[in-house]
């Protein structure tokens, strides 16, 4: 069985699906499904985790998730309090690659969209212009029909296979060899470090999140995301300051101190480590992004 395996229905009137996720939270449990899913966020904050990747989500991001890669779009706590009035939407296309047949992939005009396919095995998020050309050709894939709707996806893999405007999520390899416990264990441990992530958490809480000792926790989540969990809680960390950054006035070792780092030197080295900026030239960066 695999990590929280997920079935993404389908009728026999169609080999893709369309989902619209219009809710106070998105589904918040690490899942995988054999599809390929591309998810444009129209409302909503939080981390996507995917593989071994983790990183924020806002209005307007568009991801590609690669079949069977472990990830969960997990909200901003602030969209779990019962006195939350905040929406989380977001609209999916569900596909396989050889939707249409293996003999269909494989022909000349397909190559471009074959080669990309590899190159989305491991998660993608699209930026630049391409990330808004494919966000309108989603939502027009709401509002027509049959041909005209297969003809959509056709132009949006074609778009998608000549750009080089993308991100990739997952490193290679780091997600294979999950079970249902595995899922379990590490959905467990994501929850806890992203409610946790702002103060100090020793490796011994932690790992009884995980019913383990602190020694078998380290060489568990090693193997499981080819990462030590520090350098996750720290990426973690960065996830939230770079969304505090382009939202907040605070100052740089304000935001530091609130993200869990205990002095402004240390922030900003962790911070060069995981963004390869300083806090400073990403949040110049951003104001620059906005003018």
Not at 5 to 18: A, D, W
Not at 180 to 194: E, P, S, V
Request: glycine share 6%; aromatic share 10%.
């Amino acid at each position: 069985m695999k990590v929280l395996p997920f079935k993404i229905p389908k009728t026999v009137q169609e080999s893709f699906r369309l989902q619209i996720d219009h809710q106070q939270h998105f589904y918040d449990n690490l899942h995988q499904h054999p599809e390929v899913q591309l998810t444009l966020i129209i409302k909503g904050e939080g981390k996507l985790i995917a593989g071994d990747y983790i990183g924020p989500f806002k209005a307007n991001d568009l991801f590609l998730i690669g079949p069977n890669l472990p990830h969960v779009f997990r909200n901003d706590p602030s969209y779990y309090s019962s006195d939350n009035s905040q929406k989380a939407h977001s609209i999916s296309v569900f596909f396989e690659w050889k939707f249409l047949g293996d003999k269909f992939l494989m022909l000349p005009e397909m190559k471009r969209i074959l080669e990309f396919s590899t190159k989305a095995e491991n998660g993608l998020q699209i930026v630049g212009i391409p990330r808004n050309n494919v966000g309108e050709q989603i939502k027009t894939l709401f509002k027509v029909k049959q041909m005209d709707r297969l003809i959509i996806l056709l132009s949006i893999l074609n778009t998608l296979s000549i750009s080089s405007d993308f991100e990739p999520l997952a490193s290679a390899g780091a997600y294979h060899d999950f079970d249902d416990a595995d899922g379990k264990r590490l959905d467990a441990i994501y929850r806890f470090t992203i409610n946790e992530y702002h103060r100090k958490i020793p490796l011994e809480e932690v790992a009884g999140v995980a019913n383990m000792t602190a020694n078998s926790f380290c060489r568990y989540f090693k193997k499981r995301t080819r990462k030590s969990y520090v350098k996750f809680l720290n990426e973690v960390r960065i996830a939230q300051a770079c969304k505090l950054l382009q939202q907040d006035d605070s100052s740089i070792s304000q935001i530091g101190l609130e993200v869990g780092f205990g002095n402004l030197s240390n922030f900003n080295r962790k911070f060069k480590e995981v963004r390869n900026c300083t806090p400073t030239e990403f949040r110049s960066q951003q104001n620059k992004l906005s003018v």
